[in-house]
């Protein structure tokens, strides 16, 4: 269930993963320049009611005459350039937690970013990976977040959500790497490669060539 100030949506897909890229990619993005590991948590809700910003306070204190503007919307709440964490196996994630007491944390990452009317920015928040169950965690991500109902209208709004979200994997993109055993070399210092399968490849044209991409799913997720 995802929360939003009074407002409840159900979920309908939480899922969790990893994304490598490498010097070269990195460096077309206009980032480091160096290679980078980053996760990732996306969560879409289904279309549920929205209620209008002068209302979303003060529902307990309507008059019984006062209407109420209801707008259909489906949030999704998900982080657009990723976070850091310091493990190599997807697994010793279970039990670890990240805290935002800004839009930003010490190491520059965003706090999350959440869709309503606009995509907004989170402005606080914690992510707490509770448990792990084969290849779903369970997660609780609590906070804060800008919303805005027009152009001129906006506020930190809380949030929260609380239920399994699915580990996916991970996936890798690359303009210089181009072989499986390049890219195990460089990738085992952020993920350990043993731990995945791969399950798709593809290139694609780009100015300079040709870039790459593979994509890894988890194996052994009982144990």
Same mark, same amino acid.
């Given at each position: ?6 407002? #409840? ?36 809700? $289904? ?31 998900? %982080? ?18 990240? #805290? ?9 990452? /965003? ?7 606009? %995509? ?14 084969? $290849? ?10 800008? +919303? ?16 399994? +979200? ?6 890798? %993109? ?10 195990? #070399? +460089?990738?085992?210092?952020? +993920? ?12 694609? #044209? ?12 988890? /194996?052994?997720?009982?144990?």
């Amino acid at each position: 269930m995802f929360n939003l100030g009074k407002l #409840k949506f159900d979920v309908a897909r939480a899922t969790f993963g990893g994304s490598f890229m490498d010097s070269a990619m990195s460096k077309r993005m206009q980032s480091t320049g160096l290679p980078e590991f980053h996760w990732f948590i996306e969560i879409d809700m $289904n279309e549920g009611d929205f209620i209008t910003a002068s209302d979303v306070g003060e529902l307990e204190d309507l008059e019984d005459d006062e209407e109420i503007y209801y707008e259909s919307v489906s949030p999704r709440l998900y %982080h657009n350039n990723g976070f850091r964490l310091d493990v190599r196996s997807w697994k010793d994630i279970e039990g670890l937690s990240l #805290k935002w007491d800004s839009q930003y944390n010490a190491n520059g990452e /965003e706090a999350g970013i959440l869709y309503v009317f606009e %995509h907004e920015n989170v402005t606080s928040g914690t992510i707490e990976f509770k448990e792990r169950s084969g $290849n779903k965690f369970l997660v609780r991500w609590k906070g804060t977040a800008n +919303v805005y109902w027009d152009d001129e209208y906006g506020e930190d709004i809380p949030f929260s959500f609380e239920g399994e +979200v699915e580990f996916s994997g991970v996936s890798a %993109h690359c303009d210089n790497i181009s072989t499986l055993d390049k890219l195990e #070399k +460089v990738m085992t210092d952020f +993920v350990n490669l043993d731990e995945y399968k791969c399950i798709f490849y593809d290139t694609y #044209k780009i100015n300079t060539g040709v870039s790459h991409v593979w994509k890894f799913g988890p /194996e052994n997720t009982d144990k």
